[in-house]
């Protein structure tokens, strides 16, 4: 993802989980958030395929969408502590591609993308991402999230430094 010099932007790393080449690249968010990404190894949660932990001293609100096969569908809210984890995808991932928007208490968004889906104000699932206000809901701007087709994956928030 191209961004210029005026998006505010955060660092991200990605570790596949069976070892590999590193990457680094740039991810949008607000100014104070960061992104770590890496893949769960074979010791780590047997259910977990998916995990956004939170490293900042803020409570965040993560909604997580991916393509269902016939079309994209959305899932949120996940209320995640300062310094906790929360599994947002129980099953193996199947998608190259994991879809994260957060926002904080306030409802201003702390991480985000330019990939535009449906959320819900209160615990949704949402089939589609086209006409989220005539559908009841509100779009939002996910990030996506490249998980190198691995089957297990962990996202990091972290404040920036």
Do not use: H
């Amino acid at each position: 993802m191209a961004l210029s010099r005026r998006d505010r932007t955060a660092t991200a790393r990605a570790f596949p989980a069976a070892g590999g080449r590193r990457r680094r690249g740039a991810l949008r968010g607000l100014a104070g958030v960061a992104a770590l990404a890496a893949g769960l190894s074979a010791s780590g949660a047997a259910e977990a395929q998916f995990v956004v932990c939170n490293q900042s001293l803020d409570v965040v609100n993560v909604a997580i969408g991916r393509d269902a096969g016939d079309g994209f569908s959305t899932e949120g809210w996940w209320i995640v502590g300062a310094n906790r984890c929360a599994t947002t995808i129980r099953d193996e991932l199947s998608a190259r591609y994991v879809y994260v928007y957060a926002d904080d208490v306030f409802g201003r968004a702390v991480l985000y993308g330019s990939t535009e889906m449906c959320v819900g104000a209160k615990s949704f699932r949402i089939v589609g991402t086209e006409a989220c206000f005539q559908r009841g809901y509100r779009p939002a701007k996910f990030l996506e999230v490249d998980t190198e087709a691995v089957s297990r994956w962990t996202l990091f928030l972290s404040p920036r430094s």
